[in-house]
């Protein structure tokens, strides 16, 4: 058997739509074979925090405002037509209607399917978050280099 | 005993994700039955079900753009 074709899958946006779009690539790719790495930096840590709504995680002043201010997996914004938050909620409303997988439904998938999740040291860092401020599925927090050694003979997009 | 799975009201990317997961959770030697509609999910689900090694046993269309796929772990 030939070795199994690789994606690895930069998870920079905080998105709602652009996280979807990454979700999706990601279990499609699963589903069809392949062996799947997401590495979430910056906006896309969001995604990733345990507390799904706003809260105040950090160190210091700045990085719990900017936590505060960022989100989690509840609030994220969509990239265009956000109107303070009501888009990604009726974008929601319309997935369900047309039987299109929602966020949390990708996310299931993903886990279930066994995506590799990484998180970013170097943004981790700035917003002064730890491992168990994230998610049970995020494998390891790890920086670019192992995350190119990783992705050494993959497709890697950036979203 | 087949276990029967209908993806005929999923989209992508759940048409493939649903097929991997009952297979993933199937003893080898069983059976999955796929209900599936054509376009992209006829086109590439079997494909995508060799391709992992299982055996595409029948693929025979049922009418109404629905078709069913049976493949053996």
Not at chain 1, 4 to 9: E, F, G, Y
Not at chain 1, 18 to 41: D, L, S, W
Not at chain 1, 84 to 92: A, C, F, V, W, Y
Not at chain 1, 122 to 143: F, P, S, T, Y
Request: one cysteine or more; glycine letters at 8%.
């Amino acid at each position: 058997m030939t070795a199994k074709k690789k994606l690895s899958i930069v998870c920079f946006s905080g998105d709602y739509d652009k996280v979807i779009a990454a979700y999706t690539i990601a279990t499609g790719a699963m589903a069809t074979n392949r062996e799947v790495t997401m590495f979430f930096t910056f906006w896309g840590l969001n995604v990733l925090k345990k507390q799904q709504g706003r809260s105040w995680l950090g160190k210091d002043v700045l990085s719990r405002a900017f936590n505060f201010l960022m989100g989690g997996r509840n609030t994220l914004p969509l990239s265009r037509l956000n109107f303070g938050g009501i888009s990604p909620k009726l974008m929601q409303g319309m997935m369900k209607k047309n039987h299109v997988a929602t966020l949390p439904e990708l996310i299931e998938a993903a886990s279930a399917l066994g995506v590799r999740i990484y998180a970013c040291e170097m943004a981790m860092h700035i917003l002064g978050l730890r491992q168990e401020d994230l998610v049970d599925e995020v494998e390891d927090v790890v920086g670019v280099a192992t995350f190119l050694n990783e992705s050494e003979d993959a497709h890697i997009i950036f979203i | 005993m087949s276990k029967i799975l209908d993806i005929t009201k999923e989209t992508c990317p759940m048409t493939f994700v649903k097929v991997k997961l009952a297979l993933s959770r199937m003893a080898t030697g069983e059976q999955l039955v796929v209900h599936l509609k054509e376009g992209e999910p006829l086109n590439n689900v079997p494909a995508s079900c060799e391709e992992q090694g299982y055996h595409v046993e029948a693929l025979r269309a049922l009418g109404d753009g629905v078709h069913e796929l049976i493949v053996r772990k």
